[in-house]
């Protein structure tokens, strides 16, 4: 979507890239979320006492050479380019050559393109997280199966048209948004004016923090909550919807301030799932453990990266030609 529609791209630069980008953009998570003692001695921060402004600094310098390298490959193919769709790349690059007041700098299109920092780290562990779950409950990735094997067919391909139809699916994903919300304290907030919430007095300027972790777990709240049942988000679609009205359930924010990339999210976690279950079976390499511990961070992620094996659920080998 941001930068793959050119083939030469997708076949010389993308592998490459996608390696690069996927390892810088981990390393720049770990920072965002990392406790700085600037944050809470200002004085401090000239002295970079633990090294993190250095560290982001060479992380930035890494974005911008991935992003140049990309900029610059995508500006080479456009003469051979006669496809009808374009990516949000070839369509900042056609603004950046109009002649209009004020048109578009290469340094501006690539902090566009920072948009896909926000969401690749996040969606990808949650599809992690799914299927850590999935297939440490066996009877879910049976009925998940099921599901997908009535609504698309044995030997079809999953198809964006089919997302609204996977109930049971869409289920396991919000009840593994509600145990490992991506971002556990969500974006940080800041009081406009001073109040009182909840008994506690909040001076102006103050930075908040939503716990939503402990909220989605809360026993007042949730039966059995460290107990993964997709069941219970069955049935009442709006009360269990992602808009952040339910104060029980906040995984990507509330009010204003809610994540913008909702519906891409949503719909990128679902067919992605969709498509691994539905495609191939999975199982652990031999003699491993599942491990569902979390590695907390400004994105939770699992302590052990997942290793799972696929193997073809489909008795038609051309549907994996």
């Known amino acids: 979507m941001l930068w793959g529609s050119t083939f030469d791209i997708q076949e010389k630069v993308n592998s490459r890239v996608g390696a690069e980008f996927r390892a810088v953009t981990a390393k720049m998570m770990v920072l965002l979320g990392k406790p700085s003692l600037s944050d809470f001695f200002p004085g401090l921060v000239s002295f970079d006492l633990q090294g993190v402004e250095r560290e982001m600094k060479e992380i930035v310098v890494d974005v911008e050479r991935v992003f140049d390298s990309v900029i610059d490959t995508q500006v080479k193919m456009e003469a051979v380019n006669d496809r009808g769709k374009k990516d949000f790349l070839q369509i900042l690059l056609e603004l ?30 949650m599809v ?31 198809e964006e048209s089919h997302m609204p139809k996977l109930l049971y699916l869409d289920a396991v994903v919000k009840e593994t948004f509600r145990l490992h919300p991506s971002l556990p304290l969500l974006v940080p907030r800041c009081s406009s004016q001073s109040c009182v919430v909840g008994g506690y007095s909040i001076p102006k300027g103050t930075r908040v923090f939503l716990n939503v972790w402990a909220i989605q777990r809360d026993p007042n709240f949730w039966d059995n909550p460290s107990e993964f049942r997709p069941e219970r988000f069955l049935g009442d679609d709006n009360k269990w919807d992602y808009t952040g009205n339910n104060f029980h359930y906040l995984p990507f924010g509330s009010g204003r301030r809610i994540c913008a990339g909702i519906p891409l999210a949503e719909k990128m976690v679902m067919y992605v799932l969709a498509s691994l279950l539905h495609s191939f079976n999975w199982h652990l390499p031999e003699g491993e453990e599942l491990d569902l511990s979390e590695k907390f961070g400004i994105v939770i992620k699992k302590e052990t990266p997942l290793i799972a094996i696929p193997t073809q659920r489909s008795s038609d080998l051309n549907f994996y030609a």
Do not use: C, R, Y
Request: glycine fraction near 10%; avoid cysteine; charge should be negative.
């Open 128 to 158: 992690e997280w799914v299927m850590t779950e999935i297939m440490h409950n066996p009877p879910i990735m049976k009925k998940v199966q099921e599901e997908l094997s009535g609504i698309v067919g044995m030997n079809n391909f999953v």
């Open 96 to 125: 950046k050559g109009e002649n209009g007041a004020t048109p578009i700098t290469k340094t501006q299109i690539k902090a566009l393109l920072d948009i896909v920092v926000g969401g690749t780290d996040t969606t990808a562990t």
